[in-house]
């Protein structure tokens, strides 16, 4: 099918045999300031001599770097991120899209096409394939659509494109939402956990940094499995042999369900 | 028929064994349970109960602001909305917000803020919703304690976590975690709260008559007394995660022993 295709991201929760003690907010990672940074997550105390934990999550040492893995929180948006979107609002300018962050994204009728450059002379060299650029038909209100984040800062409103590799609106299939921070853990060291649901449920998914996982199976009974599946990743996140389990789970519940 | 139920406070609030009227030693804590992540469709939660209190809280955001014009273009705000059911006090309590709900929401506010990074949040608000089921003294630090704890549950991030206690004084003795009936018949009233990042104080207020050595012994008592609750409310956040960890094990450990 043409929706193949997953994000791969550097795997937070990569060591998984080393360490995974539970920290929470306000909790002394270390007072070996000579030897240990502040990583992401964490913060030096005014005096300087501590290292402290900013959120509830897994401490993890890189290096001589202290980092907090949060095990919830929101999703910041980043450019070049590919994330499912939803379209709540338009109008003859913009589409509005829910991202799951903390503000709408817009979408620009500009960014939903390609532009192909043709030689029209005097100044025009942009042809919009047959469309005036104050046009939002191509969407409506409730579609899901991949987009790709073009811009974003803590400041101003992030802008989006459909225009890209698997980027595009999603027919039919299954959106569901888990906390941002988990999403590592679906995908698995390499893409493994992914690649191991895929294969044993023959579903397609779609998995995007904001949380939202987009799939489609050959029959409703998969999706029920797959969905149960990603939701007990969710559950588990932070512990380990998570993949083993997994699988052994999904094959218990094949045989449970009396699905082949 | 009328009913008119005078207030009417005992003279001694010490028993003759020298213990508090509930029993409890000068410096002892009153028993609290907390739990977190107890309503689901908030994205952070919390439960206390401490002696007779009962609070939820539950927090939403980073979210837009409404009315738009609280909103502010540098950072976040904190919203905390404060509310007493109405059955929580002996007499009916009046639904409508009033004026010490507005301050406490005030002070528990000002008092969780310096710990958080708002500035990362322009534009935007977090709402921390305290319903008091059921009061019996000292709620404006246990809802601050269950704020903090609902704001660390939501992925909020946090420098440390917010402990508030009750110190005050009656007969004439300094005592730790006042109750509702020591808190109105006694001669002082002292609520603080300590924020662990520095060990800065963040609250304190003060109601009565006490002298300047008398506050002091209030500050180290109240001090010790909110470590004994900052270390369960340590406890409790991990516990979420930690439960889940051992239930794991325990079901591995199980189906590798059959196998």
């Known amino acids: ?260 | 028929m009328v009913l008119i139920i005078k207030d009417e406070y005992p003279d001694k609030l010490f028993r003759e064994d020298g213990k508090r009227l509930d029993g409890r030693d000068k410096n002892e804590l009153r028993p609290i349970k907390m739990e977190v992540g107890v309503i689901k469709n908030a994205d952070g939660s919390a439960y206390l109960e401490w002696g007779n209190n009962k609070i939820f809280a539950a927090v939403y955001g980073p979210r837009e602001v409404h009315p738009h014009h609280l909103a502010k273009p540098d950072r976040g705000i904190l919203r905390v909305f404060y509310r007493m059911a109405t059955y929580s006090v002996f007499d009916r309590k009046r639904p409508a917000p009033g004026r010490r709900e507005k301050e406490i929401s005030m002070i528990i506010s000002d008092c969780i803020e310096p710990v958080l990074f708002l500035e990362l949040y322009p534009g935007t608000s977090f709402e921390v919703f305290i319903e008091v089921i059921d009061a019996d003294g000292g709620t404006r630090c246990a809802s601050t304690i269950v704020a903090s704890l609902a704001l660390a549950d939501a992925g909020v991030p946090m420098k440390s976590l917010v402990t508030a206690v009750a110190v005050g004084k009656i007969d004439g003795e300094i005592v730790v975690d006042l109750s509702g009936i020591e808190d109105k018949a006694g001669d002082a009233d002292l609520p603080l709260a300590i924020t662990w990042f520095n060990n800065e104080i963040s609250l304190l207020q003060f109601d009565g008559t006490m002298d300047a050595e008398e506050f002091d012994t209030c500050l180290t008592l109240g001090k010790e007394a909110a470590e004994k609750i900052y270390k369960i409310q340590l406890d409790t956040l991990r516990s979420k995660y930690i439960s889940i960890q051992e239930s794991v094990s325990e079901i591995s450990n199980t189906s590798g022993g059959e196998e």
């Open chain 1, 1 to 260: 099918m043409e929706d193949e295709g997953e994000i791969q991201e550097d795997d937070e929760f990569e060591d998984e045999e080393r360490s995974r003690e539970l920290v929470v907010p306000g909790e002394v990672l270390t007072e070996d300031v000579n030897n240990f940074l502040p990583g992401r997550g964490t913060i030096l105390n005014d005096t300087r001599d501590k290292i402290i934990s900013l959120h509830i999550g897994l401490k993890q040492i890189n290096k001589n770097y202290i980092n907090v893995i949060p095990l919830k929180g929101i999703y910041t948006p980043q450019p070049g991120d590919k994330v499912i979107a939803i379209v709540v609002d338009k109008n003859p300018v913009k589409y509005r899209c829910d991202i799951n962050a903390k503000d709408d994204a817009q979408l620009k009728p500009r960014n939903t096409e390609r532009r192909i450059k043709t030689r029209l002379g005097r100044g025009r060299d942009y042809q919009r394939d047959h469309r005036d650029e104050s046009n939002t038909d191509r969407f409506v209100i409730g579609d899901v659509l991949i987009v790709k984040v073009l811009s974003a800062d803590r400041l101003n409103k992030p802008e989006l494109t459909t225009v890209g590799k698997y980027l595009g609106k999603k027919n039919g299939g299954i959106v569901i939402s888990i906390d941002p921070p988990k999403i590592p853990r679906v995908i698995g060291r390499s893409g493994s956990m992914i690649k191991m649901l895929k294969s044993l449920t023959n579903c397609n998914i779609f998995v995007t940094q904001n949380g939202r996982i987009w799939l489609r199976g050959d029959n409703i009974a998969y999706e029920r499995l797959l969905i149960d599946a990603i939701y007990k990743i969710e559950r588990e996140a932070h512990t380990s042999g998570l993949t083993d389990r997994i699988q052994a789970f999904v094959k218990n519940e094949k045989i449970k369900r009396g699905i082949k």
